[in-house]
């Protein structure tokens, strides 16, 4: 799997990319467009340095690319970008089969994989050699595309309908991964990629639109969130919101577009259906969508700040946890030494006799007293008992003595 990782020695993304830090969003896209098709592996196949150098190209234009990657790489290089996770893009031409089989399953386990589009597709829609099939206004039209291939569609707006905007949208009812791509025309009567929307799981189908409303639309990012979720499942919540991207294009002109559907399965055709609308009879929708958007980007910079608080209070948890266990330790081994010192006040000795066992004995108070005084009857019962067993061992020697 090849993508935009970084180079071992890394030149500056505007000397790659032949730009300047003044240069527009379109002059660096176009660059980059020019310089991928040069570069790309398809077409270097027996040129080793021709894959380094688009790797580089690629790494390149996803920093110029990215608003915020480029703030961050004008303000402090490339060393503000280290701990940013770089997108991985993979050329599914370019791979063997158990490369693609390894990506594939990594993608039915929901992993994101970013692919790039065929360089012969791009070539051939650069060249202008691509079929072209018309997709009036207010009408759908089905199709099956081989994988690594695209479908082209034609889509003519007058000032009316331009000024109302459009929308475009395909649905995979078999939850086929593809591409929405859309081309502007290029001078020499080609066709070169403008914008891309890689489908996403939208219930039981997978879907993709772009919609030019004449106002700021976003799209979702997903390997944002599988990354942050990856590297930290608490923080991927408050990171959700942080794939949003904004949409290069916002409006069309009048005229006629082009419109493309690439089939980005892994072995299978992919099925869809594609259909392009007008505004003007969604405007209740248009104004919801409107709505929603800045509602989502607001809440985005809430829980920017939102994650700071919960962070302090979090860091403040763990504290009180901490010194709550400390404390119940301590509680606990005090109430035992107590227990200890209770159970000292006894008459219960421990005795330990000589063949090493454990044993306990008590005594009555006065007991000794008892044996030494004297018997109810008046007499020492324990001197008595002395006596005669002294007197009874005497016979025993004398009666010996005898014999």
């Known amino acids: 799997m090849e993508g935009p990782s970084a180079p071992a020695v890394r030149r500056d993304p505007y000397e790659v990319l032949s730009v300047t830090r003044e240069s527009s969003d379109q002059e660096i896209k176009s660059a980059y467009r020019k310089l991928a098709l040069k570069y790309h592996p398809d077409k270097n196949t027996s040129n080793p340095e021709a894959s380094e150098l688009f790797k580089e190209v690629a790494y390149s234009y996803s920093i110029l690319s990215d608003p915020e990657k480029k703030r961050q790489y004008d303000t402090a290089?490339?060393?503000?970008?280290?701990?940013?996770?770089?997108?991985?893009?993979?050329?599914?031409?370019?791979?063997?089969?158990?490369?693609t089989m390894f990506a594939a399953l990594f993608s039915k386990l929901g992993v994101p994989i970013k692919t790039t589009i065929a360089a012969t597709v791009l070539e051939e829609a650069l060249n202008g050699t691509v079929t072209v099939r018309p997709l009036p206004l207010g009408t759908s039209s089905t199709g099956k595309v081989e994988k690594q291939c695209?479908?082209?569609f034609s889509i003519t707006i007058n000032d009316q309908q331009a000024q109302a905007g459009?929308?475009?949208?395909?649905?995979?009812?078999?939850?086929s991964k593809f591409k929405l791509l859309y081309f502007e025309q290029e001078p020499n009567g080609g066709y070169g990629l403008a914008l891309q929307e890689d489908s996403e799981k939208t219930g039981k189908a997978t879907s993709a639109g772009m919609?030019?409303?004449h106002f700021q639309v976003y799209r979702m990012d997903s390997t944002v969130n599988a990354l942050a979720m990856a590297k930290d499942p608490e923080a991927a919540f408050f990171k959700r919101l942080e794939g949003l991207q904004p949409c290069e294009v916002s409006?069309?002109?009048p005229g006629t577009h082009i419109f493309a559907v690439y089939g980005d399965n892994f072995f299978k055709p992919a099925t869809y259906a594609i259909e392009a609308m007008c505004a003007k009879s969604y405007e209740d929708t248009t104004g919801r969508l409107k709505e929603i958007e800045a509602k989502?980007?607001?809440?985005?910079?809430?829980?920017?700040?939102?994650?700071v608080e919960y962070r302090k209070a979090l860091a403040r948890f763990q504290e009180v946890t901490n010194k709550y266990n400390q404390e119940k330790q301590s509680v606990d081994e005090l109430l035992k030494q107590r227990d200890a010192i209770h159970s000292s006040f006894t008459t219960v000795r421990t005795m330990i006799n000589s063949s090493g066992v454990t044993g306990s004995s008590s005594k009555i108070p006065n007991e000794d007293n008892r044996l030494d005084g004297p018997?109810?009857?008046?007499?020492?019962?324990?001197?008595?008992?002395?006596?005669?067993?002294?007197?009874?061992?005497?016979?025993?020697?004398?009666?010996?003595k005898k014999g």
């Not at 020492?380 to 025993?396: E, R, V």
């Open 166 to 175: 459009v929308v475009i949208r395909v649905i995979s009812a078999a939850q």
């Open 251 to 253: 409006e069309l002109k």
């Open 77 to 99: 290089g490339f060393e503000a970008l280290e701990n940013e996770n770089m997108d991985m893009e993979i050329d599914l031409s370019n791979l063997g089969t158990v490369n």
């Open 211 to 213: 919609y030019f409303l």
């Open 296 to 307: 989502i980007l607001a809440k985005r910079n809430d829980l920017r700040q939102f994650e």
């Open 150 to 152: 695209a479908h082209f």
């Open 375 to 400: 018997a109810e009857d008046g007499s020492f019962d324990g001197k008595d008992k002395s006596n005669k067993k002294k007197w009874f061992n005497l016979n025993l020697n004398r009666s010996d």
